[in-house]
């Protein structure tokens, strides 16, 4: 295909002119005189219009599951495009592919999770799940049970209910949120909370901490425990071992809908098709988006136990909630045509088997440098934790978020996406990024550690 000559001055001048890219600094991009302009991607590699080609460690925004430029998902969407390009489901109608990629996602949950429900973001799958949460427990005769039990520095989206639902306070600042009824507790983030303590210890911590908040509130007011199975957003949080059996087990005691976010987790990226079969634990309702269709089209997903769906069934009457664009009838033809790629080349268990463990045992070459206070991953995402003082989780200047930047800036002037998450470096590449672009990542990173390192120490000790 045939590259297409962009005014990239001209471009970046507009983006400042008119343009609000999502969660940025307005007066930073100003500065910079426009956004990075990225014009084409190949693969697990991303393309500026200035002629920099960039391995993506991000696989976007944690969702290009089966890398870029994949021509069957573009004749996919053409397909469905000149058949059908779109259609409701308000009118008692439904489409082919949305009907069939409800029946494929049922399957792939499996158990008691047959039925579900389309949104276009995964913000929109957990509005959906707020609502549904609520409207469930109104229609069982118990309308006080409200309360949802998220963690501190979860992530569930950017809507006002998303935001609520999630547990990032430079968020909540911002629209005088969270709404009523959401409860935040610890995360089991050992590294930050629990450093130097007993894995077992920390995990039956951190899990009990929500089973004093549900006493807290009372357990009849509590109507749902959220949360992913690995905290994306937060900084790749991984759990300790025996923490989500254990909050499995509390939801059960009491009585309390499970809600599995599996917005960055699902579809391959922990080496399961979804997050909880990895962690063994059995959730009412899942909601799902990025690796559905590998970001190609916005859609997301809720899964739904049997259970809810037999009481709307009965007493619910009519669910008055959904999109435009709920089941979009091209963006399932795309998952459809994902979820087929990711089956038949093997991506789970490749994740699984191969360049999962691969990852896992080439970032451990960066535990050795000076400012590295930790590497973790779990299948195909993990993190490097930046600290001032080796065998500590002290941070430069005392406080969290001064270092990462930094480092990630220079990440990316050497070639690599990633993300800075406070002072904790993040990655998840596409699954089909190949050992060499595996080697190279580690690569840059550590280049990009021992580049900063100076103006690293230079930077004012803490008060």
């Known amino acids: 295909m045939a590259h297409r000559?962009?005014?990239?001055?001209?471009?970046?001048?507009?983006?400042?002119?008119?343009?609000?890219?999502?969660?940025?600094?307005?007066?930073?991009?100003?500065?910079?005189?426009?956004?990075?302009?990225?014009?084409?991607?190949?693969?697990?590699?991303?393309?500026?219009?200035?002629?920099?080609?960039?391995?993506?460690?991000?696989?976007?925004?944690?969702c290009v599951n089966v890398g870029y430029g994949r021509d069957e998902l573009v004749k996919a969407a053409a397909d469905q495009m000149q058949e059908l390009p779109f259609y409701n489901t308000f009118f008692k109608t439904a489409t082919p592919p949305t009907v069939m990629l409800a029946?494929?996602?049922?399957?792939?949950?499996?158990?008691?999770?047959?039925?579900?429900?389309?949104?276009?973001?995964?913000?929109?799958?957990?509005?959906?799940?707020?609502?549904?949460?609520?409207?469930?427990?109104?229609?069982?005769?118990?309308?006080?049970?409200?309360?949802?039990?998220?963690?501190?520095?979860?992530?569930?989206?950017?809507?006002?209910?998303?935001v609520s639902l999630g547990g990032m306070k430079a968020m909540h600042a911002i629209g005088d949120l969270p709404v009523p009824g959401v409860e935040h507790v610890m995360q089991p983030y050992r590294f930050n909370e629990g450093f130097g303590e007993d894995e077992e210890t920390f995990a039956a911590r951190a899990a009990q901490a929500i089973e004093d908040r549900i006493l807290q509130v009372g357990p009849e007011k509590v109507a749902a425990f959220i949360g992913e199975p690995v905290q994306g957003a937060g900084g790749v949080i991984i759990p300790p071992k025996g923490y989500w059996k254990r909050v499995d087990a509390i939801c059960k005691k009491y009585g309390i809908l499970l809600v599995s976010d599996e917005v960055i987790c699902g579809f391959g990226r922990l080496g399961r098709w979804f997050g909880f079969q990895h962690f063994g634990v059995t959730p009412d309702i899942v909601s799902m988006a990025k690796g559905l269709s590998s970001g190609y089209l916005p859609i997301?997903?809720?899964?739904?136990?049997?259970?809810?769906?037999?009481?709307?069934?009965?007493?619910?009457?009519?669910?008055?909630?959904?999109?435009?664009?709920?089941?979009?009838?091209?963006?399932?033809?795309?998952?459809?045509?994902?979820?087929?790629?990711?089956?038949?080349?093997?991506?789970?268990?490749?994740?699984?088997?191969?360049?999962?463990?691969?990852?896992?045992?080439?970032?451990?070459?960066?535990?050795?440098?000076?400012?590295?206070?930790?590497?973790r991953t779990l299948g195909l995402i993990g993190a490097v934790e930046i600290v001032a003082k080796k065998g500590t989780n002290e941070r430069f200047t005392g406080e969290e978020g001064k270092a990462g930047p930094i480092v990630r800036d220079a990440c990316i002037r050497n070639g690599l996406m990633v993300r800075a998450i406070r002072d904790s470096i993040v990655m998840c590449p596409p699954l089909i990024v190949t050992h060499a672009e595996i080697d190279r990542m580690i690569d840059i990173i550590g280049r990009s550690l021992r580049e900063v390192e100076p103006a690293l120490r230079a930077l004012p000790p803490a008060e």
Do not use: C
């Not at 049922?106 to 959906?128: I, Q, W």
């Not at 136990?305 to 033809?333: C, K, M, Q, W």
């Not at 699984?352 to 206070?373: H, Q, T, W």
């Open 5 to 62: 000559n962009y005014n990239i001055p001209e471009l970046r001048r507009l983006d400042v002119a008119h343009h609000l890219p999502a969660q940025a600094s307005y007066a930073e991009i100003q500065a910079l005189g426009g956004s990075r302009i990225i014009t084409r991607a190949e693969g697990s590699t991303i393309y500026d219009g200035d002629g920099n080609a960039i391995l993506d460690g991000m696989a976007g925004l944690w």
């Open 103 to 162: 029946a494929k996602l049922a399957e792939l949950l499996g158990g008691k999770l047959k039925h579900v429900f389309f949104n276009s973001s995964g913000s929109e799958a957990n509005d959906t799940v707020f609502r549904l949460v609520r409207h469930y427990w109104a229609i069982k005769g118990q309308p006080q049970r409200k309360v949802f039990i998220s963690r501190w520095n979860a992530y569930h989206g950017s809507t006002v209910a998303g």
């Open 300 to 375: 997301s997903a809720v899964g739904v136990s049997e259970d809810i769906v037999s009481a709307l069934r009965e007493h619910g009457g009519e669910f008055v909630h959904g999109f435009t664009y709920s089941g979009h009838p091209v963006a399932a033809a795309v998952a459809l045509k994902n979820l087929e790629i990711i089956e038949r080349e093997g991506l789970v268990e490749r994740v699984r088997d191969d360049i999962g463990p691969y990852f896992g045992e080439a970032i451990k070459r960066l535990d050795g440098d000076a400012l590295v206070g930790e590497t």
